[in-house]
Nanobody, 123 residues
Framework: VQLQASGGGLVQAGGSLRLSCTTS????????MAWFRQAPGKERELVTT????????YYSDSVKGRFTISRDNAKNTLFLQMDSLKPEDTAVYYC?????????????????WGQGTQVTVSS
């Protein structure tokens, strides 16, 4: 399975960006996906994850209420709508996936990773 993230860029604080992650290759009918991010000098952290059905999602406290994860299974695409962006959201954002049904919070349990897309928020 190959994941391709896109949509990053430079935006002012308070602005919005929408990230996309397309999947290709063979996937099972149950495929859990997530967004992680890694800021300079920091460890990679979970931002949000969503069930295969898209019915439930988990958000880290730092993005809750500002970011929205969604997916279009027919198009094999995962999205991350980021609103009210802050300078501390600056990071490389990665999409990840693995076979499963429910949400998975542990980074080490994800098998497939995209290449990352840079998000920079200026103050």
């Amino acid at each position: 399975v190959q994941l391709q993230a896109s949509g990053g860029g430079l935006v002012q604080a308070g602005g919005s960006l929408r990230l996309s992650c397309t999947t290709s290759g063979r996937t099972s009918s149950d495929y859990v996906m997530a967004w992680f991010r890694q800021a300079p000098g920091k460890e990679r952290e979970l931002v949000t994850t969503i069930r295969r059905s898209g019915g439930s999602a988990y958000y880290s406290d730092s993005v809750k209420g500002r970011f929205t994860i969604s997916r279009d299974n027919a198009k094999n695409t995962l999205f991350l709508q980021m609103d009210s962006l802050k300078p501390e959201d600056t990071a490389v954002y990665y999409c990840a996936g693995r076979t499963g049904y429910t949400m998975i919070l542990r980074e080490d349990l994800y098998d497939d990773w995209g290449q990352g897309t840079q998000v920079t928020v200026s103050s």
